[in-house]
């Protein structure tokens, strides 16, 4: 592995395309002492290093990118910064949003009538149904509950317009001047949208925290309102986890104007977290896994000398 991994870094310096290994990391917040999300070491991380033998990959997404999630490093993209619509995926910033303000998952939020009203996908939350944040967050990820999601921003800060801006202020602080939020749960709206090279961006950061990457790994589960008495089965929407080895997750999204989407991370042999992202994907788990297997087997990730 040794002579391979000297072999691929070789071919790289005379080609050109061996990066500075301190290029790319992608930054946290750190405006606040509590912050959930753990800032990446400022010790150098393993540096994939391409192997020329295998070849950029096809897909019919109309934008696609693949990232080392430790690095920032590019690893294959595709119109990456073309806005589009994101569906479902816009829960991981409504998961990032209420870990960064709510410290304590066990927290209970009470459902509204207009949570228990929203349309779409749901969990079927009841109006006066008192379920934790935790759960609530399973059934937004896991099962992409828009009634969760609602409710996660209500209970929050108390009005969803406060929770939608504090999702913007997060981008802006991350980074991402293409993405724009109008509403939690990803409706279809002109002026919500964002990249598959800041999606990655964003998930890459949402990975950081324990809570977030327990959650989204969840193939099926059951969550209980705080009595017990109403029961809530979840399925989770990335029909990669549990079913492709290394998948951890992240997050489906589908809307007419979305097309199919999705968002997978996979975990190397290395140690390595690689994010695959396509938007308006025509076979989006096919594609998805497609890249996550180029990437593992098209790279060697070098430890820095």
């Known amino acids: 592995m040794k002579t391979v991994a000297i072999f691929l870094i070789i ?26 999300f753990q800032a990446l070491s400022a010790t150098l991380k393993p540096e994939p290093v391409r192997n020329p033998l295998y070849k950029d990959p096809e897909v019919g997404a109309t934008s696609a990118l693949v990232m080392d999630a ?17 569906a479902s995926i816009t829960k991981i910033m409504t998961a990032i949003v209420v870990l960064r303000y709510k410290s304590n998952p066990e927290e209970t939020i009470t459902v509204s009538s207009a949570a228990a009203k929203v349309g779409g996908s749901q969990m ?13 967050m399973k059934g937004m990820l896991i099962h992409s509950a828009n009634d969760a999601a609602y409710a996660i921003a209500e209970g929050t800060f108390g009005n969803v317009d406060r929770f939608v801006d504090a999702m913007d202020r997060q981008a802006d602080e991350l980074g991402l001047t293409n993405t724009h939020f109008t509403n939690t749960y990803g409706a279809d709206d002109d002026a919500h949208f964002s990249t598959a090279r800041e999606v990655a961006i964003l998930t890459a950061h949402a990975l950081q925290n324990e809570i977030f990457r327990s959650i989204v790994s969840i193939q099926k589960t059951t969550v209980t309102d705080v009595t017990g008495k109403f029961k809530h089965s979840l399925e989770n929407t990335n029909k990669l986890v549990g079913k492709y080895l290394n ?39 096919t594609e998805a896994k ?3 297997d180029w990437a593992l087997k098209g790279y060697t990730w070098i430890e820095p000398l």
């Open 290 to 292: 497609k890249l996550l």
């Open 11 to 36: 071919i790289n310096f005379f080609t050109g395309s061996l990066n500075n290994i301190k290029d790319g990391l992608i930054s946290s917040i750190t405006d606040s002492a509590n912050n959930p």
């Open 70 to 86: 430790d690095t920032g490093k590019e690893l294959f993209s595709k119109n990456p910064d073309e806005r589009l619509a994101i």
């Open 247 to 285: 998948v951890i997750g992240v997050k489906t999204g589908t809307t007419i104007e979305s097309g199919a989407s999705v968002v997978a991370a996979a975990k190397g042999s290395a140690g390595q977290t690689v994010i695959a992202v396509l938007l308006n994907s025509p076979d989006r788990f």
């Open 124 to 136: 079927h939350l009841l109006e006066n149904e008192a379920m934790t944040i935790r759960n609530l």
